[in-house]
């Protein structure tokens, strides 16, 4: 049987990583094989003409080079159909139809995870402020991971490690880039309790976009996303539309200074309803409201979120999943609630006359 993760690579070979294209052409197929089959074969008549090109140029077994490669270079590769493909990726807009990752992400469903961002060249009280936030959160258990680059992303990722608690990378370039220069070593560190994690094929050409297309997948594993500072034209905070479009909430680090503009990113934020924290329970009580199960913090795995379409492939769910939504469901029968015209009805028959 021949390697589903080979047809995904082919496809990100043929159309190019973060293409969308990938899913607006799948539509009508259940399983990434059968669209590659009808793509060589010519039955699919909606290609461009550059894309008809591409098919026809890029040879199936160039796929099956570039996973010897990466299996050579230590790369673990997941597909959208592979078992460990991240749960909350596949509700986004556009979901990575593969990952290059250093390290493993076994970890990532059953976590609460926040997205830290924010400026290159952060400030002495953004930097102190940020340290001490993000080790409140590992403190209280929660995954951190940043889009890997200088300043404030470094802090996420290296208060993580200082905590022996697994963290998250997301790259805008492939791993075996020196991007930011001479972050080899903390990849490795990263990976050894975590995840790094790039859309982006081994020898990927550079993407004008990369770093737009790298946010909507950072965003897309968290839960919220903590801005620390940004200023009023701050590339990151293309991050906040991602986080609006997924529906994930957004924090905000108060300004040192209302006045200082390198602070106008994160007062606007404020301006239209980011929520302002001061400590990581700030974070914690928030996440918490209408989400708390047991008296601890739900694990969601991307109920925010919607779905693109109605795509075969995009509707694909392995069985560990169906069986927890039913488990669930069953949990709710059993303890009497039950859903009449949109209207919760609790059964308090059961109730003791002090429970009462």
């Known amino acids: 049987m021949t390697d589903k993760r080979i047809f995904w690579l082919w496809l990100n070979l ?41 098919v026809k140029k890029v040879p199936l077994n160039h796929a099956k080079e570039m996973l010897d490669y990466c299996n050579s270079q230590s790369i673990n590769v997941y597909c959208y159909e592979s078992e460990g493909y991240p749960e909350k990726l596949r509700r986004i807009s556009n979901p990575p139809a593969t990952l290059f990752c250093y390290g493993s992400l076994d970890f990532l469903n059953d976590k609460v995870c926040i997205a830290v961002v924010g400026t290159r060249n952060p400030s002495d009280y953004s930097v102190e402020t940020t340290s001490k936030l993000c080790n409140s959160l590992v403190g209280q258990s929660f995954i951190l991971a940043s889009g890997f680059a200088n300043g404030i992303d470094r802090i996420a990722n290296s208060v993580s490690l200082e905590n022996d608690v697994p963290t998250i ?44 297309n790298r946010n909507r997948i950072l965003v897309g594993l968290s839960d919220g996303v903590l801005f620390c500072e940004c200023s009023a034209d701050s590339h990151g905070l293309d991050n906040a539309k991602h986080a609006i479009t997924q529906g994930k909430p957004i924090f905000v680090i108060p300004p040192h200074d209302i006045f200082d503009e390198r602070y106008f990113g994160q007062r606007d934020l404020m301006r239209n309803g980011a929520a302002p924290v001061f400590d990581g329970w700030d974070i914690a009580y928030n996440l918490a409201y209408e989400r708390f199960e047991d008296m601890s913090i739900r694990k969601s795995l991307g109920e925010y979120s919607i779905p693109v379409n109605d795509s075969n492939v995009f509707s694909h769910k392995p069985d560990s999943v169906n069986k927890k939504a039913k488990s669930k469901h069953n949990k709710k029968k059993n303890i009497g609630e039950e859903k009449l015209q949109g209207k919760i009805i609790l059964d308090y028959s059961k109730l003791t006359p002090v429970q009462h």
């Open 169 to 212: 990378a997301v790259c805008g370039t492939p791993l075996e880039s020196d991007y930011p220069k001479g972050s080899a070593e903390i990849k490795q560190h990263i990976a050894q309790n975590g995840v790094v994690i790039s859309e982006f094929y081994p020898g990927c050409k550079q993407m004008g976009n990369a770093f737009v």
């Open 14 to 54: 043929v159309f190019g990583p973060a293409n969308p294209r990938i899913w607006q052409l799948s539509k009508h197929y259940d399983k990434a094989e059968t669209f590659v089959n009808a793509l060589l074969n010519g039955s699919v008549r909606e290609l461009t003409e550059n894309e008809a090109k591409r």
